[in-house]
């Protein structure tokens, strides 16, 4: 995985709570949320409870996040070990599993970033997003007729 964090996202998330990430009203309703979103999903269930629970004790210290990657120390190592994850995947031991801490953990910061910084969530989501080739011919101007307007003169 790339690094992609900036000051700004770094900032962002250290002042929120530069020691910890514990829960509050805002993290408890996205939680929510989150179960609502997985409720048929008991794997997923599981990896949010988890993450509350680390969240109530303390134990999660995320060190950076800018909408596309973060950075937080092991919450079963200590925080002489810091993980790297993104929505597809982190590098922890329980990343060889689909749902554990880290991808619901991207989840929660997402969607707190969304409704404290959106203007700078979409600003470090463009400046990830790679351009389009140079090489790439423009689509043309009736690309978005279905093939069936043509039974149908001056559509």
């Known amino acids: 995985m790339t690094s992609t964090l900036t000051e700004t ?51 999660v210290v995320v060190t950076a996040f800018d909408g596309v990657e973060g950075r937080c120390a092991s919450v079963s190592r200590g925080q002489a070990v810091e993980h790297v994850f993104t ?8 990343g060889r599993h689909p749902w554990h801490i880290h991808p619901m953990l991207f989840r929660l910061l997402l969607a707190e970033r969304a409704i404290f910084d959106p203007a700078g969530l979409l600003a470090e989501l463009c400046a990830a997003t790679p351009p389009p080739a140079d090489d790439e011919p423009p689509p043309p101007d009736d690309a978005h007729r279905p093939d069936w307007a043509d039974e149908f003169p001056g559509l």
Request: aromatic share 6%; with cysteine; glycine share 12%.
């Open 9 to 59: 996202a770094a900032a962002y998330v250290l002042a929120e709570s530069p020691d910890a990430y514990v829960l509050t009203p805002t993290r408890l309703g996205i939680f929510t949320a989150l179960r609502m979103a997985y409720a048929g999903d008991p794997a997923a269930l599981r990896a949010i409870g988890r993450l509350e629970e680390a969240m109530g004790e303390g134990k």
């Open 87 to 94: 929505a597809t995947g982190c590098t922890c031991e329980g």
